[in-house]
């Protein structure tokens, strides 16, 4: 048995962000090599604390889904997966045996030599008949100054290009550095140019910054005035979300691997857990908000208070993917990166097999019934606060200065709208969704949406961000 688990960056306000993730996960998903694949956030959940907690198995594999090494890939996730190390990850990645788990963290897909032909599919997307005697490419990177990291892949793929027979021409140009983007008339003879962006995401950079640049108004650009005119610019989307990269994945998680056989076990205290609810769930329960009800050979699950109104009332939802999507927004459409608040949307009812059920609760809740199961076993260790922001770096290094009214004030505010009980204060739970009680659930360690808002208290911009 073998888990896969893809780490995105996530946001408490933007609720696309993690897209990107969700959609290789299902793709990696319906290729099937994997017992399971799942994702894991440092800003949504379930978070980077948790999500080894949620794997059904004990041979795990972890990839970073960033399109270079930096600051998360090499200090973030690490840290919070409680992997034991921090700094560059060598490229036979970073293994470990975590709670009975043997886990191996690799390098971010980004940097896999396999990009390459991610760049060369874009390419020809955007110029289906490239031609070695008249086409350009221009690979474009961010750059910065701090990542020298984020360059040298820009430059190895463009490299591997060059030598590749496809171009006329191979350039690497960066938003942020030398060489610039806005030299690319300079720099260019052929006269035809092909612009891949080696950016995760469409963005602004990509809509704007790098049009506004490179004088281009479309995705085919005429040029009648550069030095070597006439020239014809072909723009293509960015690397990030080309459905390849799920190859490029796959990849990289073999090479993980290497030589080691069959994978792990079923891990038997996540089996246990979810054994323990789907039989609540069998006899119909409730967790958090969410009404679970057995109905001739599926469930239906909908808000506990759309209790008893009519299906026809009710929006239908008929997939997992389904019920994820429409529950990740509050009914004013507001993004729900912490999924314990109290703002699940009414209106809906999902019907599911058995077989969904538990990936449909893990969506709606992550890590609750992990957890909760855990602290009606009582095996579930509290982070207290001090630890938490002991451990912190980077911009979010300055929650240590929170004095206890500080947190206590922001947790007053931020915990008071969720379910949850914060152990990592010192408050204390009796029970469990197990023994019956379903708005009973432990918060082990204070989320990175009470981090990001202590922070903001101790910068005294709280309230004045709109958070
Ligand atoms: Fe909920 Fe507060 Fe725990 Fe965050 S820290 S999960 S808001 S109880």
Redesign the pocket.
């Known amino acids: 048995m073998r888990s896969l688990v893809l780490i995105g960056h996530g946001s408490h306000l933007n609720g696309e962000s993690a897209g990107a993730v969700y959609r290789y996960a299902e793709l990696l998903r319906e290729r099937g090599l994997y017992d399971e694949v799942v994702e894991g956030y440092w800003k949504e959940e379930p978070s980077l604390r948790q999500v080894l907690r949620t794997v059904r198995s004990t041979d795990v594999t972890v990839i970073p889904m960033f399109i270079s090494e930096g600051y998360f890939t090499e200090t973030v996730i690490p840290r919070e997966l409680g992997l034991g190390h921090q700094g560059p990850v060598p490229p036979e990645g970073v293994g470990r045996v975590l709670g009975g788990k043997t886990v191996r963290y690799t390098l971010p897909y980004g940097v896999h030599p396999a990009m390459s032909d991610v760049i060369l599919a874009r390419a020809r997307e955007a110029l289906p008949d490239l031609n070695p005697e008249d086409t350009a490419l221009i690979v474009l990177g961010h750059g910065t100054t701090r990542n020298q990291n984020s360059n040298r892949v820009v430059y190895e793929n463009a490299g591997r290009l060059r030598e590749s027979g496809h171009f006329a021409e191979v350039h690497a140009l960066f938003l942020d550095e030398d060489p610039r983007v806005g030299t690319w008339p300079e720099a260019v003879k052929a006269s035809r140019v092909v612009v891949v962006p080696f950016f995760a995401s469409e963005g602004w950079h990509t809509l704007e910054t790098i049009p506004e640049d490179m004088g281009l108004t479309g995705q085919v650009t005429e040029f009648a005035d550069t030095p070597n005119a006439p020239q014809t610019v072909y723009y293509a989307a960015p690397v990030g979300t080309h459905p390849d990269v799920a190859e490029v994945v796959l990849q990289l998680a073999q090479e993980a691997r290497g030589a080691s056989g069959a994978g792990g076990d079923e891990d038997r205290t996540h089996a246990q857990a979810w054994e323990a609810f789907l039989a609540l769930a069998r006899r119909g329960t409730r967790i958090g908000e969410a009404l679970i009800t057995p109905q001739a050979g599926m469930f239906e699950l909908r808000h506990a208070l759309d209790e008893g109104r009519h299906a026809a009332d009710l929006q239908t939802l008929v997939t997992v993917e389904g019920l994820r999507d429409h529950t990740r927004r509050d009914e004013g459409g507001h993004h729900r990166p912490?999924h314990?608040?109290r703002n699940l949307p009414r209106g809906w009812r999902a019907i599911l097999t058995e077989a969904e059920l538990p990936r449909a609760v893990h969506n709606l809740y992550p890590a609750v019934v992990e957890e909760s199961y855990a602290h009606h076993t009582h095996n579930l260790r509290a982070t207290p606060w001090p630890t938490t922001a002991r451990r912190q770096t980077g911009i979010y290094t300055k929650v240590i200065r929170a004095t206890p009214e500080q947190v206590e004030e922001v947790?007053r505010d931020?915990?008071s709208?969720?379910?949850?009980?914060?152990l990592?204060a010192g408050e204390r739970l009796g029970s469990t969704v197990f023994s019956g009680v379903p708005g009973a659930i432990p918060?082990a360690e204070?989320?990175t949406?009470?981090v990001a808002e202590v922070r903001e208290e101790v910068s005294g911009k709280r309230g004045q961000t709109g958070h």
């Open positions: 912490v314990t608040l947790a931020v915990c709208r969720c379910l949850k009980t914060r990592w918060c204070a989320c949406l009470l």
